[in-house]
């Protein structure tokens, strides 16, 4: 196993954490946005008021994208397991 295919073992690795967190983040991202601006105009600054909303929409996305998520992560895992003889030699 060269140096060239740790790097892409690693490339592949981190591209998939990217992969299966971006949804979750950026609904976060959205909703927390979204309470920001509402917060500010209406001048409530109630510093727990994103948490439900964003752990409910956290939850939906896992809800409906759970599925293919656990599906990629599998494909991926079994990926590397066929990967391990060839790193024996």
Not at 42 to 50: A, C, F, G, K, V
Not at 68 to 84: D, N, Q
Request: glycine content about 6%; proline content about 3%; hydrophobic content about 60%.
């Amino acid at each position: 196993m060269s140096v060239g295919d740790v790097v892409s073992l690693l490339r592949n690795a981190v591209f998939q954490v990217l992969l299966l967190s971006a949804p979750m983040l950026v609904t976060a991202l959205i909703v927390g946005l979204i309470i920001a601006i509402l917060q500010a105009t209406t001048s409530i600054q109630e510093q727990t008021l994103t948490f439900v909303p964003k752990l409910t929409a956290i939850l939906l996305i896992l809800a409906f994208l759970g599925g293919w998520m656990f599906t990629r992560l599998g494909e991926y895992t079994i990926a590397l397991f066929k990967m391990i003889p060839a790193m024996a030699q």
